[in-house]
C-alpha cells in the first residue's frame, strides 16, 4: 500500500511553493508538474477555479474539495491527506472544523500546563530526547521525564508528537490577542 | 374539527409564505468561482453579512430581489462581532425588520438568497437562547442563539425569523458548523459605529497570551493560581515599549485578574485607547509592575 503518489504543487508564492514541495518529499511522494497528470493536487489556500483534479487545500475557506487541512499541515499528516484523497475518500481536520465565530474560552485550571512544561514541549517539538532536554534546560533527567508524563497526562497524550500536536491545537485555539 | 393532514398543509403553507415574503430581505453577494454569500437587507440602501466569510475587498455585486445586479462598496466590518457592512449604489424596496426575542424550543427559519433574486429556507428549532457572551475575537454578542438547523455555505448571513414574523438577527457559523445567530440588537447596537467610523475601534497591547498554571512556589506571592504568559510580541507594540517580554505571566491588568479572561477582553473597549494601565507580572521568579499605554489595534 506504500506507493508513491505524483503529487501537484499550486502555490502563488514561489517560497511557499518551495516548502510544499519539500514537504511532499517528506511525505513520501514525488512533486510532479502542476499541468501533469498528478495524482493529488494541493493548493495553497482555496483551490483555483477550473482545477478539477482531487484536491487538498491547505487554509483555504471553500469546503467543496476533497481534502482540507490546516495551512501548516504535518508531513504526517499530509501524507495521510494525500492517501485518502487518491482514494476517493473526504478529509477534514479538526482545525478546519474549528474555524467559525466562536466564544472566547475561559481556560480550565485543572490542565494548564506550567511555564517549564512550556519549555519541555518546545523542546519535544523540535524533537530532543529526554537527555537533550535536561542538558538544555539544565534539569535532571528525572525532572525531564516528570515534565513528560505532566504533560501526557493534562493533553491527553500517548505519544511526544501527540503532545506537541495537542499543545499545538490547544495553543491555537485558546490564544488571547490584547 | 381539522384534520391532521390539514394541519400539516397549513404548516406548509406558512412556511411557503413566509419564504416569499422573506425574498425581499435577502440579498446574494457574489463571489469568486460562481460562489456566493447571504446578506440581509438591513436598510434600503444597506446590506448586513457575516465578516467571516466576506472577502477582504471593497466593491461587491449584489443579487437582489428578483434578480437585478446591484453595485455595493464595503461601509464597514467588525471581526469582533462578525458583522459586515456593504453600502447598495441603488436603494432597495426594504422590509421593515422587528427585533424578536428568542426562545428556545421555538420554531424559525433561516432564509438565505439563492444568487438569482430567490430566497432559500431552511427551518428548524432554536436550540439555545441564552444570555449575552463574548467572542474569541474580542466581541460582546448581546444574546446566546443557538440554532439546530444546517445551513448551506452560502447561506450564512442571512435573516432568521420566528413564526410571528420577527426577526432573531443574522444566521452565521460558529466553530465546528454550528448555526449561530447575531442578534438584532448586537445589529442595532454595531451597525451604526461601523457607518460612523468603518470599524469598531479596539484598545491594543500588541501581545498574544496564553493562561498557564503560576508554578507552585510562586503562587503564594502570585496570590493567585493561574496567569497569562506572552507567548508573542508585536515589535514596538504597546507592550514591548513598556518592557514586557515573552516567557512574562502576567497576573493583573489595572487590578483584575487575567484568570478571568471575560474580564479582560472587557477592559479594551474603544474608551480605553490612549489608557495607561499597570500590568503585574511574574519574571524570572519576581513580581514585578510595568506601566503600558493602551493603543489602538490596527487594522486586520
Known amino acids: ?178 | 374539527m381539522t384534520e391532521p393532514a390539514d394541519l400539516l398543509a397549513q404548516l406548509s403553507n406558512a412556511l411557503v409564505a413566509r419564504t416569499a415574503l422573506a425574498a425581499d430581505a435577502v440579498a446574494a453577494i457574489r463571489l469568486a468561482h460562481g460562489r456566493h454569500l447571504t446578506g440581509t437587507v438591513w436598510r434600503s440602501d444597506l446590506v448586513v453579512s457575516s465578516e467571516q466569510s466576506l472577502p477582504r475587498q471593497d466593491e461587491f455585486d449584489v443579487v437582489t430581489a428578483g434578480g437585478a445586479v446591484v453595485a455595493a462598496v464595503l461601509a464597514g466590518r467588525d471581526p469582533s462581532t462578525n458583522i459586515a457592512i456593504l453600502r447598495l449604489a441603488a436603494p432597495l424596496a426594504a422590509p421593515s425588520l422587528a427585533a424578536a426575542e428568542p426562545r428556545a424550543g421555538a420554531l424559525v427559519l433561516a432564509i438565505g438568497a439563492d444568487g438569482s433574486g430567490g430566497a432559500s429556507a431552511r427551518s428548524g428549532l432554536v436550540n439555545l437562547a441564552g444570555p449575552e457572551w463574548h467572542s474569541s475575537r474580542g466581541g460582546v454578542i448581546d444574546r446566546r442563539i443557538v440554532l439546530d438547523i444546517s445551513l448551506g455555505r452560502r447561506e450564512e448571513g442571512g435573516p432568521v425569523f420566528d413564526t410571528a414574523g420577527g426577526c432573531l438577527g443574522m444566521s452565521t457559523f460558529g466553530p465546528r458548523g454550528q448555526v449561530l445567530v447575531i442578534p438584532v440588537a448586537t445589529l442595532e447596537r454595531v451597525v451604526p459605529l461601523l457607518l460612523r467610523d468603518g470599524r469598531i475601534a479596539r484598545g491594543w497591547l500588541g501581545i498574544g497570551l496564553q493562561a498557564v498554571a503560576v508554578p507552585d512556589a510562586l503562587r503564594e506571592v502570585a496570590g493567585q493560581s493561574s496567569g497569562l504568559m506572552v507567548m508573542s510580541l508585536v515589535a514596538d507594540g504597546p507592550a514591548a515599549q513598556a518592557g514586557l517580554v515573552a516567557g512574562d505571566i502576567l497576573l493583573s491588568i489595572d487590578g483584575t485578574s487575567t484568570h478571568r479572561a471575560r474580564k479582560i477582553a472587557g477592559q479594551f473597549a474603544a474608551d480605553s485607547i490612549g489608557r495607561p494601565t499597570e500590568l503585574r507580572l511574574i519574571r524570572g521568579g519576581q513580581l514585578i509592575a510595568l506601566q503600558a499605554t493602551i493603543a489602538e489595534r490596527p487594522a486586520g
Open chain 1, 1 to 178: 500500500m506504500a506507493s508513491q503518489l505524483q503529487v501537484a504543487v499550486l502555490a502563488l508564492d514561489a517560497l511557499r511553493r518551495h516548502a510544499l514541495s519539500q514537504l511532499v518529499a517528506e511525505a513520501g511522494h514525488l512533486v510532479v508538474g502542476t499541468e501533469s497528470e498528478a495524482d493529488v493536487v494541493i493548493s495553497d489556500g482555496d483551490r483555483p477555479a477550473g482545477e478539477t483534479r482531487a484536491t487538498v487545500a491547505l487554509g483555504g475557506t471553500e469546503d467543496d474539495v476533497a481534502g482540507m487541512l490546516s495551512r501548516h499541515p504535518t508531513a504526517r499528516q499530509l501524507d495521510a491527506a494525500l492517501r485518502a484523497v487518491a482514494a476517493g475518500l473526504m478529509v477534514r481536520s479538526p482545525e478546519a472544523a474549528e474555524s467559525g465565530f466562536g466564544r472566547l474560552r475561559e481556560s480550565c485550571g485543572q490542565t494548564l500546563l506550567t511555564p517549564r512544561e512550556h519549555d519541555v514541549l518546545a523542546a519535544l517539538a523540535e524533537g530532543l530526547t529526554n537527555k537533550a532536554i535536561a542538558r538544555r534546560l539544565t534539569i535532571s533527567l528525572h525532572t525531564v521525564k516528570f515534565h513528560v508524563e505532566s504533560l501526557f497526562r493534562k493533553l491527553d497524550a500517548r505519544t511526544r508528537t501527540e503532545a506537541v500536536m495537542k499543545a499545538a491545537e490547544r495553543r491555537r485555539r485558546e490564544t488571547i490577542t490584547l
